[in-house]
């Protein structure tokens, strides 16, 4: 198969520094709940969530109204002084990565675009190989692909954040017994290919810590954007969250 490499179209980088706020707000909106400052995906689509920003001086009542008191809300990249009663229930460091014109996409025919009949064998293969959340409605966010064997998904990845201009890749993944193959490769390409038909870039997040897999975007030709916390804060107060 021959290998496509075109260069990227321009995008706004601003947006990929609150992507998950851009991404509520607009191509995802009908998929989130939430108000002017602060947004959450339905909780069957993504436990995913966002702020219009941490300096708005209403913006923690807005998510106290919105999940509730003693709730989590998560947050990435921000490092707000926390108001009295908020409290950092978890956090990890993790990196951005933004495609180059060095990443040859290509479509790959081995690909099957995966739907709501699939959704029961996603999840089993989330849950064998943890590459990140993923809920039952998470295929909704966007275009996501497998490969099976003998009738079996072995692999797969897909698109999540959409902020204007940018589609995040996420949810790859491979089941234990065919790793090796390169098939998460091949299907990331495939994702970057359509993505890139569509007039945007993609953009990749990873856990600090997971270096294999940087080392192995970045060789694909994914560079690094920025570093970036995230994690959950847990609200004031009691509740169920």
Do not use: K
């Amino acid at each position: 198969m021959t290998v496509e490499s075109t260069t990227p179209p321009l995008a706004d980088e601003h947006v990929l520094d609150n992507a998950a706020w851009h991404s509520l707000v607009g191509r995802h909106a009908d998929l989130s709940e939430g108000n002017e400052l602060a947004r959450r995906f339905l909780p069957d689509v993504s436990i995913f969530a966002g702020v219009a920003s941490w300096e708005h001086p209403d913006v923690w009542d807005a998510v106290l109204d919105l999940v509730g008191p003693g709730a989590l809300f998560p947050f990435s990249g921000t490092e707000a002084a926390l108001p009295p009663g908020w409290v950092v229930a978890s956090r990890g460091e993790g990196v951005q990565l933004v495609e180059s014109d060095r990443l040859a996409t290509r479509p790959d025919d081995e690909a099957v675009v995966l739907g709501a009949r699939d959704v029961p064998e996603m999840l089993d293969l989330v849950a064998r190989t943890q590459p990140g959340p993923f809920a039952p409605r998470t295929h909704e966010l966007g275009r996501y692909v497998g490969i099976r064997r003998g009738g079996r998904l072995v692999a797969m990845a897909g698109e999540r954040l959409q902020p204007t201009g940018w589609t995040e890749i996420s949810a790859v993944c491979t089941d234990a017994a065919y790793r090796g193959q390169g098939l998460a490769t091949r299907l990331v390409l495939d994702v970057a290919h359509h993505v890139r038909a569509r007039g945007e870039r993609a953009l990749l997040h990873a856990a600090a810590t997971n270096t294999s897999a940087i080392r192995i975007y970045e060789r694909l030709g994914f560079e690094l954007r920025r570093r970036t916390a995230f994690g959950a804060l847990r609200t004031p107060g009691t509740g169920a969250g």
